[in-house]
């Protein structure tokens, strides 16, 4: 069956204090996997799209890395502006997406 | 350019009444998705648009939820009869192409509420 997890639920940091968000995900042919960012009381926003294991991509403080089993969401330096909730989808071999239930980043001045 | 619209944003209703909620795609683009996002969940997917095709109601819970698409843009999701568990919000989404690995741009979602 088809499954992400993402872990952990929850994660308090300092600011200035770097960490990574973890995505482990079984599913048949991956054809992508994505990172979404979501703030109280709006709708996901995109951050990345990883295809590929080995595959890496930046913006900002956020870098986010692929492999077989797992994709991380490393955040550098963090301010507390990028306190939200992060979520990962993968896209299997049909359309349709599957999320994770999302790690909550709180940065804490 | 204008993103994902929709509304209401906060919808309030008693057990047992119908509601209507709506989405407006980004201008262009071709495919529509509805998602439902319960405290503590991951996104639960119930119904895809492309274009003028069928569309996928896998997702849909049970016969109560129904959606439309017109002129393939602005889509309605109907939540007939509905239950306290029903109560979520709910996310549309669109993207350029056929889904999948096209970038899904989301609404604001509408926080239903049955009392």
């Known amino acids: 069956e088809d499954q992400v997890t993402q872990s952990p639920e929850a994660l308090r940091l300092q600011e200035g204090e770097s960490s990574s968000l973890n995505c482990s995900y079984t599913?048949?042919?991956?054809?992508?996997l994505f990172w979404y960012r979501q703030d109280p009381g709006k709708g996901p926003e995109f951050l990345f799209t990883?295809?590929?294991?080995?595959e890496e991509k930046e913006k900002e403080r956020l870098k986010a890395t692929l492999t077989k089993k797992e994709s991380f969401l490393h955040i550098t330096a963090p301010k507390p502006e990028d306190s939200a909730t992060y979520l990962c989808?993968?896209?299997?071999?049909?359309?349709?997406?599957?999320w994770g239930a999302g790690t909550k980043l709180i940065i804490k001045p | 350019g204008a993103g994902v619209s929709q509304s209401p944003s906060n919808k309030v209703t008693e057990k047992g009444k119908d509601v209507e909620l709506r989405c407006d795609p980004i201008?262009?683009?071709?495919?529509l998705y509805w998602y439902r996002q319960s405290l503590g969940q991951g996104l639960e997917f119930l119904i895809y648009?492309?274009?003028?095709?069928?569309?996928?109601k896998s997702g849909l819970p049970s016969d109560r939820f129904s959606a439309e698409r017109t002129g393939g843009s602005v889509s309605t999701l109907t939540i007939q009869r509905t239950q306290q568990e029903d109560s979520a919000v709910y996310l549309c989404?669109?993207?350029?192409?056929?889904?999948?690995?096209?970038?899904?741009?989301f609404g604001p979602g509408t926080r239903l509420t049955v009392l």
């Open positions: 989808a993968v896209h299997p071999s049909n359309y349709q997406l599957i």
């Open positions: 599913v048949s042919g991956l054809r992508g």
């Open positions: 990883l295809y590929s294991a080995g």
């Open positions: 201008s262009g683009h071709t495919a």
């Open positions: 648009f492309q274009g003028n095709s069928a569309p996928d």
């Open positions: 989404a669109s993207s350029l192409y056929r889904g999948g690995t096209d970038t899904q741009y």
